[in-house]
Nanobody, 121 residues
Framework: QVQLVESGGGLVQTGGSLRLSCTAS????????MGWYRQAPGNMRELVAQ???????NYADSVKGRFTISRENAKNAVYLQMNSLKPEDTAVYYC???????????????WGQGTQVTVSS
């Protein structure tokens, strides 16, 4: 069973940047949809971005133009480049994967434990 581990979180000031990494214990070539979610205290989990093996992407409206998701199957890795960070981006960010053939609302089969991102005002 594939395990996912996130890294790259931290404390940054408003307007700063962070790059999150998600490394899998095994191949992600069979995991069609890789994504990033986030959850702030008291809030519901929110889908941030998704990417398929074919390179198609999907972003939450709140992060469009600021965040970029990418994947390197050969390295069993997924990334989330976050620019122009805002305090509203503060949350625990989770990497997830789904074998679903199409993006959108999909059941995620794999989850990481999360990495904290804090953006100071």
């Amino acid at each position: 069973q594939v395990q996912l581990v996130e890294s790259g979180g931290g404390l940054v000031q408003t307007g700063g940047s962070l790059r999150l990494s998600c490394t899998a214990s095994g191949s992600i070539s069979n995991i069609n949809v890789m994504g990033w979610y986030r959850q702030a205290p008291g809030n519901m989990r929110e889908l941030v971005a998704q990417i398929t093996n074919g390179g198609s992407t999907n972003y939450a409206d709140s992060v469009k133009g600021r965040f970029t998701i990418s994947r390197e199957n050969a390295k069993n890795a997924v990334y989330l480049q976050m620019n122009s960070l805002k305090p509203e981006d503060t949350a625990v960010y989770y990497c997830a994967g789904s074998t679903a053939p199409v993006m959108g609302v999909v059941p995620d089969d794999y989850w990481g434990q999360g990495t904290q991102v804090t953006v100071s005002s």
